[in-house]
């Protein structure tokens, strides 16, 4: 990226799976953002985005958010808008995790998953978790303040074995 890039602004995190077969438990899954602090980039998030939150400063929000992964399009989408975020915050990492009500599911198990960050039209990145296959939870990607007012998109796919409510102390490793 020059110095003369103006880098991403607002983003949106799109998730799209099948519904799970006829008669069997459905398939939940969600994005979760956490942001971090400049001064401590991979230490504990200032704040967690998920289902039912959104960022203190609505820069980051949970717009669309299923259970089940009916319906058209994508499922789960989340928009960030980085430029608005305040200087005082230099990280944004992007995962999702599959709910664990119905029993232990890993990304293996929920059919044509697929992940896509844009920036208006431009597709920035997109990947269908297959490497992730055996994971409860996976890191999609990291957003990274590199100058004033410049934020660097990062693709980040990692996976963990864990539950939702372990997942966001774990993100912020995965830099």
Do not use: C
């Given at each position: ?22 008669g ?72 999702v ?79």
């Amino acid at each position: 990226m020059s110095s003369l890039s103006k880098g991403v602004g607002r983003v949106e995190v799109a998730l799209r799976w099948d519904p799970s077969p006829m008669g069997s438990d459905p398939h939940d899954l969600d994005l979760v953002a956490a942001t971090y602090p400049a001064e401590a980039p991979q230490g504990e998030p200032a704040y967690v985005v998920h289902f039912d939150s959104r960022s203190p400063d609505g820069t980051i929000a949970l717009t669309r958010d299923s259970r089940t992964g009916q319906g058209f399009g994508f499922d789960e989408v989340m928009t960030l808008e980085l430029s608005r975020l305040a200087p005082r915050y230099g990280r944004v990492v992007v995962g999702v995790v599959i709910q664990q009500n119905h029993g232990r599911r890993t990304f293996g198990e929920v059919a044509k998953t697929l992940v896509r960050v844009g920036e208006g039209v431009a597709e920035l990145w997109k990947d269908d978790l297959a490497s992730v296959a055996g994971s409860t939870a996976a890191v999609l990607a990291e957003f990274v303040r590199t100058a004033p007012g410049v934020w660097e998109h990062r693709p980040l796919l990692r996976g963990f074995d864990t539950d939702p409510q372990s997942f966001p102390a774990l993100m912020g490793r995965s830099g």
